[in-house]
């Protein structure tokens, strides 16, 4: 495997830095948090760690409001910090992928208040600003991601500043050369100082219509829905002109060999296979969350992998991933016994595998009490807030789980006595066992990292069954949906049973049938 780059062998584990680890005893995680827990992530044997923002910020949606792109917040720690995480990791063999946030700024960044200043303010067209509509309101009907319209006025000059979140973060004008070369300048910064690629946020965004057309209603809305689904989002995103802005992207991680551009985009997987541009020449990942918003059942995940793949333009690679901080939990969607097949799938999948923090001990929903809520989502639109997939990791059963010496930013799971990585760590039935020994099995079997994939037909529902395959090495991966026992024929010679999602069961052999447990998974090598 030392012929493909580490970006299409490894597997990715996503930081939510407030949520990690706290050193300093605020209550929320920081820099030195993430560096003390990298001898865990070599342990757990991940290969690339992606830290969501940690730019300085109002923290009006904690860190996605940058104020600045070339610092570093204090809440988090510092610039000296940061290079000592970076060093440390790659003493460790681990690569560092930064979220980048180029969509919008914070309300307070200079570049907007010098925009603000005055209709002739060199850098007005930085941003998005447009007369009142006919009706002396917004300019058009597009609506804000978080709720409320998506144009905020300003009285001092008579425009409206277009913003696809909060209000607090006005959207960069990217038809602008001035703003592209200031952000392609941001990105050599982090490269400079060693960062091996960028988680880009809300890449999909970033062009807009020219003539900022009305958007057409969506026929399929339905009341309580969040408010952005009212409408199409055809002419506030996705436009075809984004892919030169990606594209220059590309351009300037080139000159810093092998680093990774990864994509945030939420499209249906015919829209999100564009996003590796013309020619290979987008995203070296556009993001797959299809997992997230396709229903749990075999026939229906099946179907999803097989459509995907043959959607895939020649020579892309495909990535999946089953949660992040603003989904829901695996463990909260599909139950404790499901989430371990899902994890199978995951790590076992042709491409890149995104792991979230705490999926890997069985996190799962945590109710957020009445007045702890923090998300500004759930403030504008109640719900709808994500604040129950960004809790505290929970390392031990300790005082705050091991988390922070005070009281944690977000509550803790109810059962954090016990669902906690030390807890876990020497169990060999538990969800973190689980996870190390596919991610050895990741490592240890190149037809798992980068071989070929094909579906294995059975007939039998609820049941989903594929092979990865390099060289003369076959591995078959059969996964149990169902609640109730599964006999299977196996009619193709011996196998070797290596990884059961159940403990006790690997180096069985097995010939003429399969017997499966409900919710099991199981990873066999041809005999």
Not at 59 to 79: K, Q
Request: with cysteine; net charge negative.
């Amino acid at each position: 495997m030392t012929d493909t780059v580490w970006w299409k062998r490894g597997t990715v584990y996503q930081i939510y830095p407030r949520s990690f680890q706290d050193t300093n005893g605020d209550g929320v995680g920081d820099l030195p948090g993430i560096t003390a827990r990298l001898d865990y992530l070599a342990w757990l044997g991940v290969d690339a760690v992606w830290i969501s923002p940690v730019y300085p910020s109002p923290m009006a949606d904690f860190g996605y409001d940058v104020a600045d792109y070339c610092g570093i917040d204090p809440l988090f720690g510092t610039l000296a910090e940061f290079d000592a995480l970076i060093a440390e990791a790659h003493r460790r063999k681990l690569k560092v992928i930064l979220d980048f946030v180029p969509n919008h700024s914070s309300i307070v960044h200079p570049w907007f208040a010098e925009s603000r200043s005055s209709r002739t303010n060199p850098k007005r067209d930085w941003y998005i600003w447009r007369d009142p509509g006919p009706e002396g309101g917004p300019p058009n009907n597009w609506v804000s991601n978080f709720g409320g319209p998506a144009w905020t006025l300003d009285e001092a000059t008579g425009q409206y500043y277009y913003h696809a979140f909060l209000r607090e973060q006005p959207d960069l004008n990217w038809r602008n050369p001035a703003v592209r070369e200031a952000m392609h300048d941001v990105l050599r910064f982090w490269l400079e100082r060693g960062v091996d690629g960028f988680r880009v946020d809300v890449i999909w965004h970033l062009m807009k219509d020219a003539g900022f057309r009305d958007n057409p209603a969506n026929p399929d809305y339905a009341p309580g829905a969040p408010e952005i689904t009212r409408f199409q989002q055809v002419y506030s995103a996705d436009r075809p002109e984004i892919f030169d802005v990606i594209a220059g992207m590309r351009d300037v991680l080139r000159a810093y060999g092998e680093r990774v551009l990864i994509g945030e985009i939420y499209l249906p997987v015919e829209r999100l296979v564009a996003y590796y541009g013309p020619d290979l020449t987008g995203a070296d990942l556009p993001f797959n969350f299809q997992l997230i918003q396709t229903p749990w059942h075999a026939e229906a995940v099946s179907d999803l992998v097989a459509r995907y793949e043959a959607a895939l333009p020649p020579g892309g690679w495909p990535n999946w991933v089953l949660g992040n901080h603003d989904q829901p939990r695996i463990a909260a969607r599909v139950g404790a016994d499901q989430a371990r097949i899902a994890a199978m799938l995951l790590l076992t999948l042709r491409g890149t595998p995104t792991l979230y923090y705490g999926d890997e001990i069985g996190l799962g929903h945590v109710p957020i009490p009445p007045g702890r809520a923090q998300d500004p989502w759930e403030r504008n639109e109640p719900g709808h807030g994500r604040d129950p997939e960004r809790t505290p990791m929970q390392w031990d059963d300790g005082p705050n789980a091991g988390f922070s010496a005070a009281e944690p930013w977000l509550p803790l799971s109810e059962d954090w006595p016990t669902r906690n990585v030390e807890g876990q760590r020497s169990d060999p039935a538990s969800m973190l066992t689980l996870h190390r020994r596919l991610l050895a099995l990741r490592r240890d079997h190149a037809a798992l990292a980068v071989g070929d994939y094909r579906g294995v037909p059975l007939g039998v529902a609820e049941v989903f069954a594929y092979e990865r395959f390099a060289g003369d090495e076959v591995l078959r991966v059969v996964l149990n949906f169902a609640a109730t026992p599964q006999t299977l024929p196996l009619p193709e010679g011996d196998w070797i049973l290596l990884l059961s999602t159940r403990a006790g069961r690997a180096g069985e052999s097995v010939r003429a049938s399969l017997a499966l447990e409900p919710a099991e998974g199981l990873i066999l090598r041809r005999a």
